[in-house]
């Protein structure tokens, strides 16, 4: 149980297209997700908290019209990177709370050039 | 602030070792600390800690979270090649939001 994924797994796009990542909860309900960014060498920076039939929390720093957050069903949530550049490319990866545990799709690595 | 601060940052060891991570913590509110291990992908959950003194194990890995002194520690006994890795604490307060460390690499060479 407690079986997270992500689609797509990697993407390479030119600077300007926007990117959309999705995060599914495979066997559980998760009314609460989080969105991670993790650069080489560094651990993983919380971006936002997804909730369920609500906005998304950003956290500092983190531009919410940039990055698009909708959690539209109890399964799946999504990370829209607008107009993506250089500086967007990282590994991004999602979260989902299954009893009190967070556990994590296998992330997705974005290129943008 | 909140802040978690791992330690060592880096550890390089030969199978068959045992090797001791150490995690410090000052988080408001606290709930919980988890442990995680992250290899070339995102991370996989190891441990939920919640209660000081009761140790946590799973094969040769164990884990035990002392919240007095605001601590935990992941043991790994026998190492193996296959547990090199990084190794992530994460506790987190009320609001469920997890606070990373810079985390552990552990390196186990054959």
């Known amino acids: 149980g407690a079986v997270v994924s992500q689609h797509p797994s990697w993407v390479i796009c030119k600077s300007g297209t926007s990117v959309k990542i999705e995060c599914r909860s495979l066997d559980f309900q998760a009314t609460t997700m989080f969105w991670y960014r993790q650069f080489p060498k560094q651990s993983l920076m919380l971006m936002a908290t997804?909730?369920?039939?609500?906005?998304?929390?950003?956290e500092q720093g983190v531009e919410k019209d940039k990055f698009l957050i909708n959690h539209a069903s109890l399964t799946l949530s999504t990370l829209t990177v607008t107009s993506a550049h250089p500086e967007d490319s990282s590994f991004y990866i999602c979260s989902a709370t299954y009893q009190e545990t967070q556990y994590f799709g296998p992330g997705t690595r974005l290129l943008v050039l | 602030e909140d802040k978690v601060v791992q330690s060592p940052l880096s550890l390089v060891v030969h199978e068959g070792d045992t090797v001791t991570l150490n995690c410090s913590y000052e988080?408001?509110?606290?709930?919980?600390l988890l442990w995680y291990k992250q290899e070339k992908k995102a991370p996989t959950f190891l441990f939920m800690l919640t209660s000081s003194g009761i140790e946590k194990k799973s094969g040769r890995l164990s884990s035990i979270l002392d919240k007095k002194e605001l601590f935990s520690i992941l043991n790994i006994t026998a190492t193996q090649t296959g547990d090199s890795a990084i190794y992530l604490c994460?506790?987190?307060?009320?609001?469920?939001?997890?606070?990373f460390g810079q985390g552990t690499t552990l390196q186990v060479k054959p």
């Open positions: 988080v408001t509110n606290f709930r919980s």
């Open positions: 997804s909730n369920e039939g609500s906005k998304a929390t950003y």
């Open positions: 994460a506790p987190s307060g009320n609001t469920g939001k997890l606070i």
